[in-house]
């Protein structure tokens, strides 16, 4: 039992520091000691003063860099004239963010949350909700593939492929099966009349960075087709440019029935959204679904100028040309380090970076040697390294980084023979 603090002045005040997370946070995270206090672009500066180049961008959330100054300008602008209202109201901002991502994709409606796994949460109920009322009961199963990630409420955990997820917060919601990914033959054997809904994210992001293939896509769209299951697409890490396209979706020519949205759509503002048609929108009746902060003023305003820029077929031009920057700095590094890389795998702005069986689980271990050098990096797994940078990354900064990864990774192998 502790006693009580007062919440004074000089509780309020009194230094913060990576120590205070053990002390006071779930400790559901284990955090770098790198402790970030400014950011700007893809420089981002720690409690100490230290520089690191961030090729993290959150977890492929700030995709136009710390602090964009639009994205400044207009927060601070909405900030000063609107906050919040209920669903009782809605608001400009929401209004002209729906028509936009209408405007630019498949879609007919939005329906707006605050992140990926709320996005999910409104699809798979959607799907369940449709199949209902459209075949009545017996068409409820959900179709989801190995490794895949949808966020952390029990239902996104539990159409997740990754049982440690889920472990020890059974029962968990029925009528739920996982399959293989980017293997045809296991959809077909799966997807029959009794299916709802086929989740699949284009690009596997936690999973290990892989992306589908397009006979992949097809064959799920096909299949979704002949037995009236719907296709969503889980564009939560793939989507808003990451790719080289506005949605990955674009990029391989097969749409989904819904699509689902978050992490870069606000460049760090909470915000997720869920995209379908008209005629799928409907199931979503006044009453049925709905949440309170879902489409703020504020985060929408963030939202529409994101999608504003990102949007813009010169803006995306460049994520492809840096695309194939990042890759071929990274075959640089498999060519030169083939005892530790296997391969480099991705799409756009999204890479993986394998590392060889003999190197397996060392991950981390690559990734925090890199981050002593002053670059930060994501991992997927005990095998991949993940690279994502903001989608303003600049061809010297790809450099740099490529820099930075070598002197790390010297680090690092020279400790692993020391050993
Ligand atoms: C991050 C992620 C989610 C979960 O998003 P949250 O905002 O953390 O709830 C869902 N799906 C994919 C593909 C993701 O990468």
């Given amino acids: 039992m502790t006693v009580t603090e007062k919440i004074d002045t000089e509780l309020l005040n009194a230094p913060v520091s990576r120590k205070t997370f053990d002390e006071v946070l779930v400790p559901t995270y284990a955090p770098s000691n790198v402790l970030p206090v400014r950011g700007s672009g893809l420089d981002v500066w720690d409690q100490e003063g230290k520089h690191y180049l961030d090729f993290t961008a959150g977890i492929a959330v700030t995709a136009l860099g710390h602090a964009h100054p639009v994205l400044v300008e207009a927060l601070t602008r909405q900030a000063n004239t609107l906050w919040h209202v209920s669903n009782g109201f809605t608001n400009e901002p929401v209004l002209r963010l729906a028509r936009a991502l209408t405007a630019a994709t498949f879609a007919d409606r939005a329906f707006f949350c605050n992140s990926g796994a709320e996005a999910n949460e409104a699809a798979f109920k959607l799907a369940r909700k449709y199949a209902h009322a459209k ?53 077909r054997a799966a997807i029959g009349d009794d299916v709802c809904a086929v989740v699949v994210e284009p690009i596997q992001g936690e999973g290990g960075v892989i992306p589908a293939t397009r006979e992949y896509l097809q064959a799920l769209r096909q299949l979704c087709d002949q037995t009236g299951a719907l296709l969503i697409f889980d564009e939560v890490q793939s989507g808003m440019g990451r790719s080289g396209e506005l949605f990955a979706y674009m990029g391989y020519g097969v749409t989904p029935d819904i699509l689902t949205a978050a992490k870069a759509l606000g460049n760090g503002f909470p915000i997720g959204a869920m995209l379908t048609t008209e005629e799928l929108a409907k199931t979503l009746a006044v009453g049925s679904h709905g949440t309170t902060y879902g489409g703020n003023p504020l985060a929408a305003t963030v939202a529409l100028n994101v999608v504003n820029i990102i949007s813009q077929p010169a803006f995306l031009a460049r994520v492809k040309a840096a695309g194939v920057q990042l890759v071929a700095m990274l075959q640089g590094l498999v060519r030169d380090y083939p005892q530790l890389f296997a391969e480099v795998r991705g799409v756009g702005l999204l890479q993986g970076l394998v590392v060889t069986k003999q190197f397996s689980g060392r991950s981390k271990d690559v990734t925090r040697a890199i981050e002593a050098q002053g670059l930060l990096l994501l991992i997927a797994g005990g095998d991949v390294l993940r690279l994502a940078p903001a989608l303003i990354v600049s061809d010297a900064q790809i450099v740099e980084a490529g820099r930075l990864m070598r002197l790390g990774i010297d680090a690092f192998l020279a400790a692993s023979s020391g050993k």
Avoid: M, W
């Avoid at 955990?157 to 296991?186: M, R």
């Fill in 135 to 187: 075949f009545g009961a017996g068409r409820s199963r959900i179709v989801s593939c190995i490794s895949s990630f949808h966020g952390r409420t029990l239902f996104t955990v539990s159409v997740g492929g990754q049982a440690k997820y889920t472990e020890g917060f059974e029962p968990l919601p029925p009528q739920i099966d996982h399959i293989p990914y980017n293997d045809v033959e296991a959809a």
